[in-house]
C-alpha cells in the first residue's frame, strides 16, 4: 500500500430501486414561457376592466351631480338689475332647494308669475321676500308698513327711493309678497301680485360668481 498518495478515495455510487408494482411519478414539466399572444390578451383584459371601472365611476358621478341639481342645489343666472346692490348683473348664485325655510328678507328664485309680462324670456326671477302668508301690507313714502308698522330693511342703503307704492292688502294663506331690493326699477308683487308658495324654486345661499371671477359671498 503506497501510503503517500493523495488521491481522493469516492464513495460507491448507490441506486435505490424503485418498489415493484409503484408506478414512477412523472417529472413535471417546466410551463412553457408565455406567449406574445397571451401577453397581448392579458393587456387587452387589463384595458377593458380599467375602461369599465372609470365608465362607472363617471356614471355615478354624473348621476350624482345630476340628482344634486335636481333636488338639493342649482345655479342660477342673475339677469337684470332688479336687486342691486346686493345681487348684481352677472352674479352666478346657488339655490337651496330642499331644507330651507322661507323668511322675511329671504332672497328666492321662483317661476315667473302668469301676470309677469315685463320680459318673458326669463323664465325664473329673484326677488326678497318682504310680505309674508297672513300679513297686511302697505307703504307710505318710501317706507313698507307690515300690520300697520314700519318695515326695518338693514338690506337696503339708506336713501332706497321705494318708486312704485304698494297698495294696502292683505297676503292670502301660501303666498308671498316678493319685491327687489332696486325698487325704483324692479318689476315685482306691486306689478303682478302675491306670489303662490308653489312657485318658489329655491332659496338662494351663495354667490358663487361676480365680476368674472369667483367669488363667496352667504347670503
Known amino acids: 500500500m503506497d501510503l503517500g498518495t493523495d488521491d481522493p478515495v469516492l464513495p460507491a455510487r448507490v441506486t435505490i430501486p424503485h418498489p415493484a408494482g409503484v ?15 397571451g401577453r397581448a390578451l392579458h393587456y387587452r383584459r387589463r384595458s377593458y376592466h380599467w375602461v369599465l371601472s372609470w365608465f362607472l365611476i363617471l356614471v355615478v358621478a354624473g348621476g350624482f351631480a345630476f340628482g344634486l341639481r335636481l333636488f338639493v342645489v342649482q345655479t342660477f343666472y342673475v339677469p337684470t338689475g332688479s336687486m342691486i ?12 332647494k330642499v331644507g330651507y325655510t322661507i323668511d322675511r328678507g329671504s332672497i328666492v328664485v321662483f317661476r315667473r308669475p302668469p301676470h ?10 329673484v326677488k326678497r321676500v318682504i310680505g309674508l302668508p297672513g ?8 317706507t313698507v308698513y307690515i300690520n300697520g308698522k314700519p318695515l326695518s330693511e338693514p338690506w337696503l342703503p339708506k336713501g332706497t327711493i321705494l318708486g312704485q307704492s304698494i297698495r ?11 319685491m327687489g331690493d332696486n325698487r325704483d326699477e324692479s318689476y315685482d308683487s306691486r306689478d303682478w301680485g302675491p306670489l303662490p308658495r308653489s312657485y ?6 351663495l354667490i358663487i360668481w361676480r365680476n368674472g371671477s369667483p367669488a363667496f359671498h352667504l347670503r
Open 23 to 37: 408506478d414512477r411519478p412523472p417529472l413535471s414539466e417546466p410551463e412553457p414561457a408565455p406567449t406574445r399572444s
Open 85 to 96: 346692490p346686493n345681487l348684481l348683473v352677472g352674479d352666478r348664485i346657488l339655490v337651496l
Open 116 to 125: 309677469d309680462t315685463d320680459d318673458p324670456s326669463d323664465e325664473d326671477l
Open 135 to 142: 300679513d297686511t301690507i302697505s307703504s307710505k313714502g318710501s
Open 168 to 178: 294696502q292688502k292683505k297676503i292670502p294663506p301660501g303666498y308671498y309678497f316678493m
Open 200 to 205: 318658489i324654486i329655491g332659496k338662494v345661499f
